[in-house]
């Protein structure tokens, strides 16, 4: 009875969490389907192997092993890698259905629960991260941060250098950074525009 409510549970959870959030936010069809079949075999393998007395050790074993496989196919963000290592725990964790009964999918509805909160579009929708190549050396982090607000036209929160060269005169930076506010329509550019024609723009 437990495998079959964690097995239910798992169903229920990983389906809201690929499709009514993770695919919402991201709109990465492959990816969907890459959560589901991870979060199902891992489920099916952890519940064979509780069904064989394996135990835990042997289950947290196969966690740790497939938690350093690295996706080759194609690039992912670090947003996509949380929601693959979420899919993977959700399906070991109903896989083990530990008692009591409602354990596991509880713990899968926190999962699902933590990953939309923390990958909410109004959490820090301001704030980006960016490779930016500069055609000029700037060995003075006063003057490389004022050039890259000039050249983003944003507050720059925290740069790091990957390269100075000198001779090419190039400055290679990771930099985060905060977009300005959104202006009003009528205030873009510095022109006033009359009402009727703010209202046609919006």
């Known amino acids: 009875m ?13 389906s809201v969490l690929t499709f009514g959030v993770y695919y919402r936010r991201h709109f990465r069809r492959d ?8 979060n199902v075999g891992i489920m099916a393998v952890a519940g064979m192997l509780a069904g064989g ?16 496989i690295r996706l080759r196919s194609d690039a992912i963000t670090q947003e996509e890698v949380a929601y693959y290592f979420v ?29 939309f909160v923390a990958d909410h579009p109004r959490f820090a ?25 000039r050249t983003l036209g944003a507050e720059v929160l925290h740069l790091s250098v990957n390269e100075l060269d000198l001779v090419r005169d190039l400055t290679i930076v990771d930099v985060r950074f905060r977009v300005a506010a959104r202006q009003p329509v009528a205030d873009l550019a510095g022109l006033r525009l009359p009402q009727r024609a703010v209202e046609q723009v919006r």
């Not at 990816?31 to 991870?38: K, W």
């Not at 007395?53 to 350093?68: C, E, K, T, V, Y």
């Not at 964790?93 to 509880?106: E, K, S, T």
């Not at 929708?125 to 490779?131: F, G, I, K, N, Y």
């Open 125 to 149: 929708h301001r704030t980006r991260r960016q490779l930016v190549t500069l055609d000029r050396a700037y060995p003075q982090e006063p003057e490389l941060r004022a050039a890259l607000e």
């Open 31 to 38: 990816l969907v389907l890459s959560y589901v079949a991870l």
């Open 53 to 68: 007395g394996a135990g835990i050790g042997l289950g947290m074993g196969l966690f740790g092993i497939l938690s350093i």
């Open 2 to 14: 437990n495998l079959l409510v964690a097995a239910i549970a798992d169903l229920i959870a990983i």
């Open 87 to 115: 899919s993977l725990a959700m399906g070991l964790v109903n896989g083990l259905h530990p008692d009591p009964i409602w354990v596991a999918p509880a713990i899968s509805a926190g999962l699902v629960a933590v990953l």
